[in-house]
């Protein structure tokens, strides 16, 4: 590769990028389609890889996630967006790349006063809705436990609730549920956190990978994660038992799976495979397809389309993925999976991925960068500063010390089938020149598809959407009244409707937020209290409106 590949050179394409970087698409928001739905219930874990016995490792103790892929499908492919947690969860919740819509950056509702820039809530172009508010609209009741990290505040027509309390038991009779619950025990930051608390795994039995030195301290902390895997298992059985318990196992569609890979260093925040690859397992009601495996690639972009064709109900057009499954599944799967890695808290890198069913193509515009990022965050992990002091003692061998280098290659491609943790650069190696010009040309047809905003400052990025860094407000909806039909609007572009209905003698936080799609009634003396927000505006003033004849 030569300079053409440097962020140095990339001023015609963000020149294309920002002019493009606001353009509406049209939209077809979703309608319900299917008399017949089921539930939905995510089981989301945090930062971890394949580190389950179903997947090969049986360092970790997992009865009910090995329950789970006996009763249903293990999908061996499937791709976070991002190395770390909340890039990938906007996508999860939009089904947009996060460098399409500007959530590339780790993260944005924190400050970051030396960077110049302030906490902001990214403004999505005006047809992105939430996953969430889609189901709703499609006769969902949607919950939430409890973490959202989307790069934007949530809207209110996004859930029905977002809170510890929330739960499927909470809906209306018959009402069909959308729910997510996060298990946050396996998270990096538990690492350090519960590293007093009592292992449930021998740290002489884990494995630990080739990047890494013998040490009783890193095998102390990744014996830590192996037991929060434990823990976690432990809640997944508890999921399990409350939907059995209701009723409802063989009426729920359950998909378990992790936000990105990890929590160890060189896993999470890297696009290395170790920081992607993440496990899921599908289980469908009555077993249907139990004991499967699926090998097909499958994108976090691909979550919110698939759900909605779980859920028997249309996909708008804006949506970047395909649906791997349900009414609306893809013709056939897709070819290739796409990443990216931005700023990580204090740190910035700009480097994009490619990755087919066997080979993976990274492109770093910052090479001048060393591929181990200062991050203050992680260095509260014994592990990381092990690795520290083994760096500065000259203790690392040569596998151990590549991610300690002060420069990175401009292209790397490496073949994961017999190099799993991708040590072994061939972008130079002629035998794979027409790969490495495939996977070259792959990266670029998404990165103007998609319309990148990575190679927009930050600053500039913010200031597009929040002019002189003030957030924008969502205009006060406005009320028709006649015969006691009531119908709202809004003239802010993209702005969902909530609103309660309140009787005379109710407080405004007695009654759930109601999604407005069309015109309703009202009967003598109720009061409607109504909000309206554009994700990334401010929410904006209440309209309160009593009917009286």
Known sequence: MGKDYTIRNVSLLSMWLVWFAFMPGPVLYAQTVSA???????????????????????????????RLAKEGVRFTNVFSVS???????SCLITG??????????????NPYPGLGIPKYSVVLPPEVKMLSELMRRA??????????????????????ESSLKAHWRNRPSGKPFFAVVNFEVTHESQIWMKKDDELLVDPAKVKIPPYYPESPIIRRDLARMYSNIMEMDRKVGEKLKELEDDGLLENTIIVWYSDNGGPIPRGKREIYDTGLHVPMIIRYPDKKLAGTVNTDLVSFVDFAPTTLSLAGANIPSYLQGQAFAGVSKAESPRKYIYAARDRMDSEYDLVRAVRDKRFK?????QPEKPYMQNIAYRKQMDLMNELLKFEKEGKLDSVQQLWFRKNKDEEELFDTQNDPFELKNLAADLAHSSKLGELRAALDKWMVLTKDKGFIEEKDWVASFWPNMIQPATQKPTLKSSAGVVSL?????????????????????????????????????QKIIAVAERIGYK????????YKN
């Open 96 to 109: 947009m790349y996060p460098t399409s819509i500007g959530t590339n950056n780790m993260r944005t509702l």
């Open 139 to 160: 006769g969902y009741y949607c919950t939430n436990n409890n973490k959202q990290d989307y790069q934007f505040e949530a809207p209110l027509s996004g859930w029905n």
């Open 83 to 89: 190395g770390v947690c909340a890039p990938s969860r």
């Open 361 to 365: 193509y990274i492109r770093n515009y």
């Open 539 to 546: 929410s904006s003033d209440k309209l309160e409106f009593t």
């Open 489 to 525: 609007k809004s003239e802010t572009v993209g702005a969902s409707l909530s609103y309660k209905i309140l009787n005379q003698s109710a407080t405004s936080g007695s009654v759930e937020w109601e999604l407005y799609s069309s015109p309703f009634r009202l009967k003598q003396g």
């Open 36 to 66: 017949t739905k089921p539930n939905i219930l995510w089981l989301v874990t945090e930062d971890i890889s394949p580190y389950i016995s179903s997947y090969g490792d049986s360092t970790a103790k997992t009865p009910n996630l090995e």
